[in-house]
């Protein structure tokens, strides 16, 4: 029993079984979905659950060399630093009062974020789409996309800050106002670098939330300013027949978002921990 205890942990082999039942089921599509760019319409057809044979990199090559794909990239990707530019140095802005200074109202104002994030985008979708287009001129533009989805990125973004803030030892704060440090000074110099394994984790989280968007887009870009996901619909409805290449096109879509959230990983764990024991 001591045995079994030290080799499957505390859960039992239970834990780790479910846990396979669920990585099976969350990467079969994707693996389906990469190793059906490797194949032809032919080979979906006789088998569809088979693996390539022969291997065919000509699905790949053909949506590497479209340049409509290309522009789709770029859109997306301007899009989502934008947004994550945006949310972070905002929600930052809007956490740190929130964590550190006492005033009236603090946890009420702190209360409205957190019923942020029970706040569906869907629903006020076409109060969006006249803001954006009618009153602010921005439709069929980058900063009217990315603008949104800032504002929606920021619940998420101060409640995870506000804990790792508050956190912060309060002698660092001390010792630089004795040193002649002003609150602006604090801020920048002290509590943003400080703060970085948990800024990593809110602009990662607003990064692959922009990449992945596709109703707002949908509503406000046209022609050439179309995101990456829409021109996965786009292909989807073109090349209909051409199974083979709409699978190789969404696989390729979604390695940005996919190699930017592993290269991260241990920094949002480590934000995401700090933000838990404060």
Known sequence: MARRSTTYGRGGPFVYLVALAVVAVTLGPVLYGALGGFRTNAQLARDPAGFPD???LSNYTNV?????????TMNSTVIAVITTAVAVLAGVMAAYPLARYQFKLREPLFMVFVLGLLFPAAVAIVP??????????LGNTWWGVALPQAAFALPVTVVI?????MALPKELEEAAMLDGASRVGIFWRIALPLSMPALVTVGVLAFVTSWNAYLLPLLLLQGDNRT????VADYSTQYSADTAGVLAFTTIAMIPALMLFLAMQRRIVNGLQGAVKG
Do not use: E, K
Request: proline share 10%; charged share 15%; hydrophobic share 55%.
């Open 54 to 56: 022969p291997w065919v």
């Open 128 to 137: 969006l789409f006249i803001l954006v287009t009618r009153d602010l001129q």
């Open 64 to 72: 590497l060399g479209s340049a409509s794909f290309w522009r789709y």
């Open 161 to 165: 800050l506000r804990p790792f803030l």
């Open 228 to 231: 990456l996901p829409l021109g």
